[in-house]
């Protein structure tokens, strides 16, 4: 991918978890870091991966945590799913979602025996073989996939934790089935960010701490991909992932000083490896 030219950004695309907070505790200087940046004129999202909150408690969540954002900022991958359903006639589907996120799901038919779709979502200890092997069968009986997302592990206060992606690639190996993805890094939910914001990608950078999800998805949708230190960002995994980021910078609190420096910092950053930054 051709690296875009920093001085042409005119939104950032937000990861939420990691990047501005972590569990129930916001990241140092995150809410003026947005501040700061919407002074500047420039437009904001908040695209996340998060399948326990429905978009009103998450909204809910970062107004509790300090942040001014509205909810028309925030376009979540269960929105998105609602979305990739709509265009469907009276599907019916099996949800494992957490209840929260579930009540954004009435409008559609539910059954625990018979489905035309079975979404995955984060439903956390519900996990067992016993709920792997029923959706097992729905699949085998003709029900299609759909994860929410299929992230590896992601950082709690507690530490990393495994992600939902382990349980999605399992029932796809024993069903022979490929899950349709919702989420990031999936180039069609960068593309509602961009049609939202009514930008083309080369405006648009995305921030996040997923070298994976973030930085990988954002570069197959030709956007500037900027990784923080913060949240699920490790070293050793960054060091050696074939993905390489525009920028890495210590957290979103020095995104503002990024967008001034321009292109001073883009040559810094263009010369130095990501760990060094």
Not at 118 to 125: A, L, Y
Not at 158 to 177: H, N, P, R
Request: charged share 20%; with cysteine; hydrophobic share 40%.
């Amino acid at each position: 991918m051709m690296m875009n030219n920093i001085d042409e950004i005119k939104a950032i695309l937000f990861d939420l978890d990691g990047v501005l907070y972590t569990g129930q505790q916001s990241i140092a200087g995150a809410q003026k870091a947005l501040q700061e940046i919407s002074s500047m004129g420039i437009q904001r999202r908040f695209i996340t991966n998060t399948s326990t909150l429905s978009r009103k408690s998450l909204h809910k969540k970062l107004t509790d945590l300090g942040f001014d954002i509205s909810p028309e900022e925030i376009i979540s991958a269960p929105q998105a799913t609602l979305i990739y359903l709509k265009q469907f006639a009276n599907p019916v589907c099996h949800l494992l979602l957490a209840e929260d996120v579930k009540r954004d799901f009435t409008e559609f038919q539910q059954s625990d025996t018979h489905a035309d779709f079975v979404i995955i979502g984060d439903i956390g200890d519900a996990w067992s073989y016993q709920l792997m092997n029923k959706v097992f069968k729905l699949l085998m009986d003709g029900a299609e996939l759909i994860a929410i997302h299929k992230n590896r592990f992601w950082q709690t206060e507690q530490g990393l934790q495994m992600d939902i992606g382990g349980f999605v690639t399992a029932l796809e190996y024993a069903s022979g089935k490929q899950a349709t993805l919702i989420g990031k890094p999936a180039l069609n939910f960068f593309q509602m960010a961009l049609n939202d914001i009514g930008l083309p990608s080369n405006n648009v950078a995305i921030i996040g701490d997923d070298i994976d999800s973030d930085i990988g998805g954002g570069q197959s949708a030709d956007l500037q991909c900027i990784l923080v230190k913060t949240g699920k960002y490790r070293e050793d995994y960054v060091r050696t992932s074939k993905i390489k980021p525009d920028f890495v910078i210590a957290s979103v609190a020095d995104l503002p000083s990024l967008l001034k420096n321009k292109s001073t910092t883009q040559s810094k950053a263009t010369n130095q490896s990501p760990d060094s930054i």
